[in-house]
């Protein structure tokens, strides 16, 4: 399984970003997908995720509202739109190929992205 992600960048508060995540070498159908984040200093939190299997998301609290995350199943890419961007939300985030996504996040991750990296100025 080949990860990949895109779309990071830096933005002011307020400001929007959509991340793309694309997973090749993998039945995209069967799969579900999920961002984490990781900011300096702190241990990497769980997002958001998606099955592609049943539609099912989930998302961590303190985005709610703010993020969304949607699937192209023909392009074999998920997005995370990011909307009213906080300087808290500054770190690089992750794609995760894994088995489940339920209303607990990500579960059987067996895929990784290398990252990219999200930096929310005031």
């Known amino acids: 399984v080949q990860v990949a992600e895109s779309g990071g960048g830096l933005v002011q508060a307020g400001g929007s970003l959509r991340l793309s995540c694309t997973a090749s070498?993998?039945?995209?159908?069967?799969?579900?997908i999920g961002w984490f984040r990781q900011a300096p200093g702190k241990e990497r939190e769980g997002v958001s995720c998606h099955s592609n299997r049943d539609g099912n998301t989930y998302y961590i609290d303190s985005v709610k509202g703010r993020f969304t995350i949607t699937s192209d199943n023909a392009k074999n890419t998920v997005y995370l739109q990011m909307n009213g961007l906080k300087p808290e939300d500054t770190a690089v985030y992750y794609c995760?190929?894994?088995?489940?996504?339920?209303?607990?996040?990500?579960?059987?991750?067996?895929?990784w992205g290398k990252g990219t990296p999200v930096t929310v100025s005031p």
């Open positions: 995760a190929v894994a088995e489940v996504c339920t209303g607990t996040g990500l579960h059987g991750t067996n895929a």
């Open positions: 070498e993998v039945t995209f159908d069967d799969t579900a």
